[in-house]
Nanobody, 115 residues
Framework: QVQLVESGGGLVQPGGSLRLSCVASTSIFRFATMGWYRQAPGNQRVLVATIFSGGRTNYADFVKGRFTASRDNAKNTLYLQMNSLKPEDTAVYYC?????????WGQGTQVTVSS
C-alpha cells in the first residue's frame, strides 16, 4: 500500500521555525511533481508549495520568502522548511502529488503557531 507519512509539526512561537518531513513508502513518487498542502480549521485544504522532480519549486504568495520545499529522491522524502512562522500558518500540513490524488492523503502533521 502506498503511503505518505508527514511529521515534524508542533507548537512554535511566532517568528519561529519548523521543518516538516514527508516520507513515501515506495519510490513511485521519485519522478512525480509533489505538493505541500495545509488545512486550517474551517477552511479548505490549499496548496502551499509545489516541488518538481528536478527540485524546482513554486510557492503560494502567503508563504513566499518564508517557506522552502525540497526533496531527497534517494530517501523518498520531501521537506518543508518553515521560517518566520505566523499565527495564520496554524494548520494541518499534508503532502501529496500535484495535482492531488485522493488515494495518497495521509494523516498530516499539526503546526500550531502561538505565543
Amino acid at each position: 500500500q502506498v503511503q505518505l507519512v508527514e511529521s515534524g509539526g508542533g507548537l512554535v512561537q511566532p517568528g519561529g521555525s519548523l521543518r516538516l518531513s514527508c516520507v513515501a513508502s515506495t519510490s513511485i513518487f521519485r519522478f512525480a511533481t509533489m505538493g505541500w498542502y495545509r488545512q486550517a480549521p474551517g477552511n479548505q485544504r490549499v496548496l502551499v508549495a509545489t516541488i518538481f522532480s528536478g527540485g524546482r519549486t513554486n510557492y503560494a504568495d502567503f508563504v513566499k520568502g518564508r517557506f522552502t520545499a525540497s526533496r531527497d529522491n534517494a530517501k523518498n522524502t520531501l521537506y518543508l522548511q518553515m521560517n518566520s512562522l505566523k499565527p495564520e500558518d496554524t494548520a494541518v500540513y499534508y503532502c501529496n502529488t500535484d495535482p492531488v490524488s485522493d488515494n495518497y492523503w495521509g494523516q498530516g502533521t499539526q503546526v500550531t503557531v502561538s505565543s
